[in-house]
T-cell receptor, first 114, second 112 residues
């Protein structure tokens, strides 16, 4: 079983809609979860972090974490064409010998149509 | 403040040649990470340092790869000899707290 899984997409949504991006992870003791956005040809940039169960909101972005289900999601409200990018889920995998081992999913490509 | 700086931005070399990638982390950051990104494998952690000391190099694919961090403001990733399958984008990232990583612009490596 892959450690961090995401649907590769592409996920296509119309402008103004809610985009929902999902991620599952295999390590039950993971404590830290992140969403990175990567535009084509650019480097990943951190947009959200979440550490406890529930929702965390930041502007148009909401991260949701359910540790019992080993599931983390990112909602983008009022999607804009500028949100079109690949979204990477990253999870801190404990038991891999070091605290800094972030495991990335392969990303979901989001396309927001005007 | 300047972000993470990587050089070169693009590198084209022939199989068997030595390749050296360079990284300057954000000033004051105590963690430095080297990643490789390909379409097939996604973003993979190769090695990371804390206070210039290598902490986890389990992601380094083989002995052809080596990384050093001689001081807090400079790190290198060396591939010797290079092979076509090493073609990828190599990212350096740094952080002050272990999980908030800031990525450099990357080096696109092509090995012919």
């Amino acid at each position: 079983q892959k450690e961090v899984e995401q649907n590769s997409g592409p996920l296509s949504v119309p402008e103004g809609a809610i985009a929902s991006l999902n991620c599952t992870y295999s390590d039950r003791v993971s404590q830290s979860f992140f969403w990175y956005r990567q535009y084509s040809g650019k480097s990943p940039e951190l947009i959200m972090s979440i550490y406890s169960n529930g929702d965390k909101e930041d502007g148009r972005f909401t991260a949701q974490l359910n540790k019992a289900s080993q599931y983390v999601s990112l909602l983008i409200r009022d999607s804009q064409p500028s949100d079109s990018a690949t979204y990477l889920c990253a999870v801190n995998i404990r038991g891999k010998g070091s605290q800094g081992n972030l495991i990335f999913g392969k990303g979901t490509k989001l396309s927001v149509k005007p | 403040d300047a972000g993470v700086i990587q050089s070169p931005r693009h590198e084209v070399t022939e199989m068997g040649q030595e390749v050296t990638l360079r990284c300057k982390p954000i000033s004051g950051h105590d963690y430095l990470f080297w990643y490789r990104q390909t379409m097939m494998r996604g973003l993979e952690l190769l090695i990371y340092f804390n206070n210039n000391v290598p902490i986890d190099d389990s992601g380094m694919p083989e002995d052809r790869f080596s990384a050093k961090m001689p001081n807090a403001s400079f790190s290198t990733l060396k591939i010797q000899p290079s092979e076509p399958r090493d073609s990828a984008v190599y990212f350096c990232a740094s952080s002050l707290f272990i999980n908030t990583q800031y990525f450099g612009p990357g080096t696109r490596l092509t090995v012919l």
